[in-house]
């Protein structure tokens, strides 16, 4: 297609994001290019568990609205209590619901995860990070997009009353996307659209213009 589309919010990449820029980088790790983000790789060992949620991204041009074949998106966001790897306590020594994957001919990339829970003082979400291509990408610095997914109020009520997700419920009582401190100043270009059931997995699609 041609013609002009809305850019994606730059958004902050956050305490957490392993890629070299605050402690710990991924990006560099053999096995980091992968669509099942689930379990932890290079010599750690250990899966995140939850509701299966495959994350399916189309990067566009904003300026033409074409889709960028061989784009790199690298993901991450927390497991389902909130933890996230190589940070959290109670996930040091994993390095899972991570992963690199190279856009096809359509601009589109699936990554399959778990759905992530909500913790204290954020609305359910997923870190994203774009880069020009599978080269580009063993480097933060040459990042061209950093942004964030919002996921939606319906999907995150199903997804939270199945066993597990109990905290999740707590706390997302407590927060709105207007009082998200990422999404309060809009979220529409960032919200993504969720399809499926909790027992046979759900998909999370967006389409990212940069």
């Not at 809009?186 to 967006?206: C, D």
Request: with cysteine.
């Amino acid at each position: 297609t041609t013609g002009t589309c809305s850019r994606v919010p730059s958004e902050t990449e956050g305490p957490y994001p392993g890629d070299g820029s605050n402690g710990p980088n991924v990006l560099t790790s053999s096995g980091v290019v992968r669509s099942d983000i689930r379990s932890s790789f290079a010599g750690l060992s250990g899966t995140a568990q939850g509701v299966v949620l495959d994350v399916a991204l189309t990067i566009v041009s904003a300026s033409t609205c074409s889709p960028m074949a061989g784009a790199a998106v690298y993901i991450w966001h927390c497991d389902k209590d909130g933890n996230y790897s190589l940070y959290s306590n109670a996930a040091v020594n994993q390095n899972y619901l991570r992963g690199v994957q190279e856009a096809d001919a359509n601009g589109r990339v699936t990554f399959r995860s778990i759905y992530p829970g909500c913790y204290s003082g954020r609305w359910p979400h997923i870190h994203f990070e774009v880069y020009q291509n599978l080269a580009a990408a063993q480097n933060v610095r040459n990042k061209i997009a950093t942004s964030q997914i919002a996921l939606p109020k319906s999907a995150n009520d199903l997804v939270y009353a199945v066993t597990g997700y109990e905290a999740s419920v707590r706390n997302a009582a407590q927060i709105t996307l207007a009082t998200d401190n990422v999404f309060s100043d809009g979220a529409t270009l960032e919200l993504a659209t969720v399809t499926g059931a909790v027992g046979s997995g759900m998909t999370a699609t967006l389409s990212v213009a940069i």
